[in-house]
């Protein structure tokens, strides 16, 4: 039985790749931001480990309790704010770096002990954010182009561990709902990617042999 570390479990991505790993039969270990948020992950995701730390607070971290052994940690949480340069405030900046990069800097850290023991796979989910930036994404797009680079920095550094970045696209997610919403436009799920087909490329970074690793993965919607 694998053991795996997810954030973001609460919604999206997070949640498609955590009921599968916890469908499966592999131990799960979840973070909740508040004991009231932890008891409705215990509730949606019988048999997981649930334990309190909130990744805008980064050092609550240090806090948690973890396996001997993890054979994986995703990076799945994540905040947007948007807007221009010129009106984007200091509390908008810091609350998108702590959470989409200052936290899984101190959590990689922290699980690396338990990653080394399994010689085991790190996931970060990042964003086309963190490939391209556009007008009105600085904050989150400078927060997704640092994770890419603690991916790039950290696969250096740990040979003996597998370090993935994957880029989806647009996908249906309440995250991408409220985006729609501070940009001022409809929503409509079905013309994005679906979680479920992010999930599926997770897992297959998750699954893959020893003799391979995929380091960068972009997921885009279709046609």
């Given at each position: 039985m694998s053991s795996h570390l997810v954030t973001g479990a609460g919604s999206g991505i997070g949640a498609v790749v955590a009921r599968r790993l916890l469908d499966r039969g592999d131990a799960l270990l979840l973070l909740a931001r508040s004991e009231e948020r932890a008891a409705e992950l215990r509730a949606a995701y019988d048999g997981a480990d649930v334990?309190?730390?909130?990744?805008?607070?980064?050092?609550?971290?240090?806090?948690?309790?973890?396996?001997?052994?993890?054979?994986?940690?995703?990076?799945?949480?994540?905040?947007?704010?948007?807007?221009?340069?010129?009106e984007l405030s200091t509390d908008a900046w810091v609350s998108q770096l702590q959470v989409?990069?200052?936290?899984?800097?101190?959590?990689?850290?922290v699980a690396l002990p338990a990653l080394r023991a399994a010689r085991g796979t790190?996931?970060?989910?990042?964003?086309?954010?963190?490939?391209t930036a556009h007008p009105g994404w600085s904050a989150y797009a400078a927060s997704k182009h640092g994770l890419r680079a603690l991916a790039d920095a950290l696969r250096g550094e740990e040979p003996r561990l597998r370090v993935t970045t994957v880029y989806p696209g647009r996908t249906a997610t309440p995250m991408q709902q409220e985006?729609?919403?501070?940009?001022?436009?409809?929503?409509?799920?079905?013309?994005?990617?679906?979680?479920?087909?992010?999930?599926?490329?997770i897992l297959h970074v998750l699954d893959l042999p020893r003799d391979a690793t995929i380091t960068d993965l972009t997921v885009r919607p279709g046609g």
């Open positions: 334990q309190v730390a909130d990744l805008a607070r980064p050092e609550s971290v240090e806090s948690l309790v973890l396996p001997d052994e993890l054979d994986s940690v995703v990076h799945a949480a994540g905040v947007v704010e948007l807007g221009p340069v010129a989409n990069l200052v936290a899984p800097a101190a959590l990689t850290r790190v996931v970060f989910v990042n964003s086309g954010a963190g490939l985006v729609h919403r501070q940009e001022g436009k409809d929503y409509d799920p079905d013309a994005w990617t679906r979680p479920e087909t992010v999930a599926d490329a």
